[in-house]
């Protein structure tokens, strides 16, 4: 079903390049593994960084202070010190309130620590450059194992702004091996000298310094230059993916226009959970159109209130998509952080991106996205089962909420348009 995405490239092996095209490339030989929640990511995460015997390289938004960021933490200073180049970089932003902690922890240590765009002024906030936050999630152990998903280094039981949680928040990862780990490496090469070129307030290269980065540059173009020759080093497997990655360069809207692509392709189903769901007007229009031309298309929300003004403002969507038979589920059980879809049983995609302005404006974000109908039945499965644990919102009980509740859904959505327009991209949403 390659006509689902038909502007998409198809290759045999990922040419090697320092910047991505515009449309990522459908790539085969993958071999998958899904990972639902915490419980299931760190045991095989930590697992596979006790395995590693050359390099990891570790990006991820929030690195929190809690018992499992410390194994995580621990895993990685221990795979340092046995020889093994480990290079972690952190969000300014999103771990903020841990950083010195965090900074403590590695100090000392082999492990090469960085924080992309630091927060150290209050000015900095003036700056659209420094709302481009880093918000992907992605590890690659000895340039042959990834993961990559929605999952942060944060405990599935404790929420940073609620407390102790009763049960696991809802979140998805993948772990795969095959060419778009080249590909993922590749990307967080180009983000690593990046972060290094702009941390001018707390980095001041050396001549000794200079001398090891040209190093590392030289032995990361061997690295890429070899992979476009190397035989192929796993088995023949049928999974094909891509890899859709969000900058502020040429990939702006590349994860956006994965989704409206499937999306218009598709037949008899959608099944979209996101976390954070406040889609633009050509997203919202997009959906609507799939509804009312046959297909079954299926929210999952977040059902707990997790951040009032975004929650409220997604709610003053729910008339438009409703009237237009999209059927919404709220998640009840825990707090969902999942950003996850499944169109038609054979497309599907695990990632970082939110389906809201953040995501799809200004963050760094990474998706994966399959055409494999196993794969994405397992993904629905969990998906189901989630809908087992939310709450429907049919038309006429969203009909029955008073003006007031209404007038504070359309001011929610109005302060957060507005937190758009400042931005300078209110433009393109």
Known sequence: MTSILPEMESVDWPVPRWYQARQPQWIGDHQLSLLENGAEYFMALQQAIAQAREDIWFETYIFHDDLISRQVAEALIAASQ????????????????????????????????????PLTHWRHWLTRNKLRRLHR???????????????????????PNHGPLEFPRLDFAVLLQGPLVQRM??????????????DRESIELGATEVARSLQKIYQTFRQLTAARSAPEKISRAPVRAALALRDNLRQRRTIEKSYLQAIAHARYEIILANAYFFPGARFRRALCHAAQRGVKVSLLLQGRVEY???????????????NAGIRI??????FLHAKVGVIDDHWSTVGSSNIDPFSL?????????????????????????????????????????????????????????????????????
């Open 82 to 117: 046995r020889g093994v180049a480990v290079q972690l970089l952190i969000d300014g932003f999103g771990s903020a309130e841990v950083l010195v902690r965090l900074q403590q922890w590695f100090a000392g240590t082999p492990v090469e620590f960085r924080v992309f765009q």
């Open 137 to 159: 999630k992605m590890v690659v152990i000895d340039q042959r194992l990834g993961f990559i998903g929605g999952i942060n280094i944060l405990d599935d039981y404790h929420d």
């Open 185 to 198: 490496l590749q990307t967080m090469h180009q983000l690593w000298w990046r972060s290094q070129r702009q």
């Open 308 to 322: 009032p003004l975004q929650h409220y403002a997604t709610q003053a969507m729910y008339d438009e998509m409703l």
């Open 329 to 334: 589920f709220e998640y009840q059980r825990s």
């Open 361 to 429: 404006l200004l963050a760094y974000e990474a998706n994966l996205v399959i055409l494999d109908s196993d794969f994405s039945r397992q993904l629905k499965t969990c998906l189901q089962q989630a809908i087992q644990d939310s709450r429907e919102l049919t038309p006429s009980e969203h009909a029955q909420h008073s003006r007031m509740i209404r007038l504070f859904n359309r001011l929610a959505m109005l302060l957060l348009r507005f937190g758009v327009s400042l931005s300078g991209e209110a433009r393109r949403y």
